[in-house]
């Protein structure tokens, strides 16, 4: 009771109802916190896929026999490939992959049927539209895949290599890329929702003046920065339940490990972002510097995550320069938990990376906070 | 340019020569609330017309409708000769706030204005050399406004509004916020554009500004309550105003104030100033034999005693007194024990010792050396731009200094730690109020931030909402405030605590004359309590509270003292002339004497020399050369804004 007594008599409880109260009359503050998380991971959950599918294949078949016949059909069965255009000769469809109307090409010569009842090998000439270069890999191994297949089915001894891969994908059976994406964009949406909203509330005091008042009362730093923290991580929390709600309902995410831990950790998360935040606003001037500055420092934070584009296909030097990287540490964590279900032991690298980020961005901004008016 | 205002001056009006604008039983509401009620008036063409009035009386009401901006719920109303909205093109609106683009540069921001009004580009050229001259901002023409000070902005502005050659002007509190010698020479231009034919009305809340109008109106509760020039409003005062300065100023103010309480007295109003006391009265013999009686009873010192005009603000005060607009005067709710001034008298408050602060190699401030007693209040003036912000902020902790010693409350080393601050009230020029809260809001938090026990909070937040007038409407947001009460409330929140020591930077600004009043009625009783208090302001009647000054020009303390020392401390003598040419006489005047000698009070001239025994004779032998005849002409006393402006002249005549 007594310390209630005292909580409610301190300068912080003052700052912090001062914060709340403001924050209560802010809807702009209120819709940023709700309306573009929701899109941002609607948007990259289901509009952001790498599967490749219903590609638009153009088919010069100069056989024009059952087995050429047999053979498109086994290519487009499932569905990654659709036959858009059987042009009239090899240059036209040349030109056609050229102009991108079509994506692949297949020439299926004259001799194709003959050679194949004869027992020998022929060849069909494949031609791929190579500018997105990974949808070209794609619907290469997915072409030759399939004539090995159709080679086998025409010829059981006919070995191709004599070690076979028998791949198991594991935690993501069904190879679902949401369940890739939606946990990195948790943290994405974390990430820019927590260092702008952060940032607005600390520059706003700045902007309009009451800054100076506010350093001129015997409140300290830290207790007008935390003052400041305290409703938004409880604010971003609800973001972090909001963003778990959708995950869980409408991309189907398993969350196999222990749900109150990944809070947790998600908490230490929302304290680097707001780390961020303070941090940029005790670097700019004005609200519009605020903002721009943070796109400049969240675009690569998101970009070398692996949030969305996988680490492994960065290049090496990059590759190191994510380990610097807040965000990478939790979209790590955030798989681990939601996917895979380890134990805490296993991610304790990355919490403790977190953990060191909260406190040195947050105790720069108490230092920073006092000295910025110079 | 001269020739075509002139030109403009003679046609003005047409059906209805004698008068510019004409109202009649004016009346607006909006909703419930009577903003006027029957407003009658008319201004001729060439005049400047001020309109003055406590905040919410309506003057900016009467503006809009004036401009056209707004329609009159009933009466009739015509400018030019027209409705006001058909006069639109001929007329230009100067908002308080600046309604300039900050991003563009002078010439655009002229070019722009141009444009709207549709200025051929062939005169756009010519006027806008001449006007750029005229208001001393042609060295620099692509400078943004935004790097400009605040009397340039204004000035920027006024050409603006005269780019397009207006026949009226119309200025709603132009100069707020603006220091003393740009506002004296934003009033010289508007004399130079009145004598050129063209109309001015201004409403303003400085009433040594108002002074300098031809007639005066004084608008109150939606009503004119009185109209006329100067000596018009001052004769029908029917007071004398006598000034009382004594060692025991605060023993001789507590017996005349028991003295001004009795009906019996001719006595009628007293009001304390840094080191007088201001009497007003029907008869100044009686008045002074009874002073002088009231004293020697209680055994205190002679005071001195000398006659004067009542001031137009005496005209206001009294006035408005008598129509119940006085706001409520409650004392402070006092926890603290005062402290023993008499023992403590040495005890200083803040001290500079040789304080220097440099931006890059700009130097803001220079060798600043100054003391302020507990119970002492210190008044720091200075035009933009002379370092008194830059100072204070080094006093009180917010900015380091480049070098020179300094102490606080008895502390020198680290003077932002808490216990410090917490003796400390602050309230700085810019808004330091939450907009997004309400009334009450702030004030809790305020309370709660200096943590002022619980127990205390409500007697202490119903003693700021009580004295701003603001009791019942606590839970209205602070941005739907006027200006002049948000600054009420703040300097509320910045004293609930009882500071030792308090930080005023610019309290006043924009706050009507009565409510100012009782601001200096407040920060004295805090003063007596042993509050140190460091005050700045651009309002030099005002500076009179104070009990010492200093003068900053360029970062340096040019001059310091009482009110009184540094009045007596200007070389040479005030003379009023009054000629049949005023504008004439004027501009003859200031090609003989440095510019800023001179300057338009309505239809007088106000003049400074140096040695007025040589120099005057000649003068006056020029003006009647000229044929100026030269009606009257009479010595006045130096007021702090002449001395102020002197002092800022001659400082920078040494150094430019």
Known sequence: MNFIRRLFESRFWALTLKEIRQILKNRQLIFLLIFPPTVQLLIFGLALSPNVDHLSLGIVDYARSSESREFVSALVENDVFDVAAYPKNQAELGQAVRNGQLIAGLVIPPSFDRDLNQGDSTDVQVLIDGVDANTAGIARGYIQQTINQYTRQLNPQFKTALIETQTRFLYNPGLSSSWFFVPGVIGLVLTLTGSLVSSVTVIREKDIGTLEQLLMTPAAGWEILLAKVVPLFILLMGDVLLASAMGRFVFQLPFRGNFFLFLALSGLYVFVSIGIGILLATLARTQQQVVLTSFFFNVPIIQLSGAIAPIESMPKFFQILSWLDPLRHYVAIARSLILKGVAVEALLPNILTLLMFAVVLLSISVRRFRSQLN | ?656
């Open chain 2, 1 to 656: 340019m001269v020739d075509s205002f002139l030109a403009h001056g003679t046609e003005a009006g047409g059906s209805a020569p004698s008068a510019t604008i004409r109202v009649q039983g004016l009346h607006k509401q909006y909703g419930a609330v009577k903003a006027l009620c029957g407003i009658d008036f008319s201004v001729s063409p060439g005049e400047i017309f001020g309109l003055i009035g406590p905040d919410g009386a309506g003057k900016t009401t009467t503006f809009q409708i004036l401009a056209g901006v707004m329609e009159a719920s009933s009466g009739e109303v015509s400018v030019l000769g027209q409705p006001p909205r058909e006069a639109r093109l001929n007329l230009g609106y100067l908002t308080q706030a600046f309604s300039l683009y900050a991003d563009l540069s002078i010439l655009e921001n002229l070019r722009y204005q141009a444009g709207l009004r549709k200025v051929p580009q062939a005169d756009f050229r010519d006027r806008a050399t001449e006007l750029l001259a005229r208001m001393g901002l042609s060295q620099f023409p692509n400078r943004l406004a935004r790097q400009l000070s605040g009397g340039m902005k204004q000035k920027l502005a006024l050409c603006c509004a005269l780019i397009a050659q207006p026949r009226l002007l119309l200025l709603d509190e132009p100069t707020t916020g603006v220091d003393p010698v740009s506002r004296r020479e934003f009033w010289d231009l508007l004399a130079g554009v009145a004598a050129d034919g063209v109309t001015v009305v201004a409403a303003t809340p400085y009433l040594d500004e108002a002074e300098r109008c031809n007639r005066i109106a004084l608008i109150y509760d939606g009503k004119i309550q009185q109209i006329g020039t100067l000596a018009e409003l001052q004769a029908d005062l029917a007071l004398h105003r006598i000034e009382v300065r004594a060692d025991a100023l605060g023993e001789t103010e507590a017996v005349l104030q028991g003295a001004v309480s009795r009906a019996s007295s001719a006595l009628v109003d007293l009001q304390s100033f840094g080191d007088r006391l201001d009497i007003l009265t029907p008869n100044v013999a009686q008045a002074k034999s009874e002073i002088l009686q009231l004293v020697d009873q209680q055994k205190l010192a002679i005071p001195r005693l000398e006659a004067n005009e009542p001031t137009l603000e005496n005209v206001f005060v009294s006035h408005l007194r008598q129509q119940g607009a006085d706001p409520i005067y409650r004392a402070f709710p006092f926890y603290r024990k005062p402290k023993a001034l008499s023992t403590e008298a040495a005890a200083v408050a803040i001290s500079a010792d040789r304080l220097q602060k440099c931006f890059g190699e700009f130097q803001a401030v220079k060798d600043v050396t100054l003391a302020v007693r507990y119970g002492e209040i210190y008044g720091l003036l200075g035009a933009n731009g002379a370092g008194k912000t830059t100072t204070i902020k080094m006093l009180c902790g917010l900015l380091p200094a480049t070098q020179g010693g300094m102490s606080l409350a008895g502390e020198t080393q680290n003077l932002h730690r808490a216990e410090v601050r917490s003796r400390l009230g602050y309230m700085s020029q810019k808004f330091t109020l939450y907009d997004d809260l309400t009334i009450r809001q702030n004030l809790e938090f305020y309370c709660g931030v200096y943590s002022i026990p619980q127990k205390l909070h409500r007697e202490k937040i119903d003693w700021v909402l009580e004295t701003c007038g603001l009791v019942g409407r606590e839970n209205q947001m602070t941005g739907s405030l006027p200006g002049g009460w948000k600054q009420r409330v703040a300097f509320g929140a910045s004293v609930m605590h009882e500071p030792d020591i308090l930080f005023l930077d610019e309290p006043t600004s924009g706050v009507d004359p009565l409510a100012r009043r009782q601001f200096w009625r407040l920060i004295r009783d805090f003063a007596r309590q042993g509050t140190a208090v460091l005050v700045t302001t651009h309002y030099l009647e005002e500076a009179e509270n104070c009990n010492r000054l200093a003068f900053m020009v360029a970062g340096e303390i040019v001059a310091e003292g009482s009110p009184t020392q540094i009045k007596a401390a200007q070389p040479g003598q005030l003379i009023e002339l009054v000629t049949a040419h005023t504008q004439r006489a004027s501009d003859l005047l200031r090609q003989q004497v440095e510019p800023w000698r001179v300057s338009i009070f309505g239809d007088r001239l106000h003049l400074v020399l140096d040695c007025p025994e040589q120099e005057l004779g000649p003068l006056i032998q020029s003006l009647q050369g000229a044929q100026i005849e030269i009606r009257a002409q009479r010595p006045l006393p130096f007021t702090l804004e002449d001395a102020f402006i002197g002092t800022v002249q001659r400082a920078e005549e040494v150094s430019p």
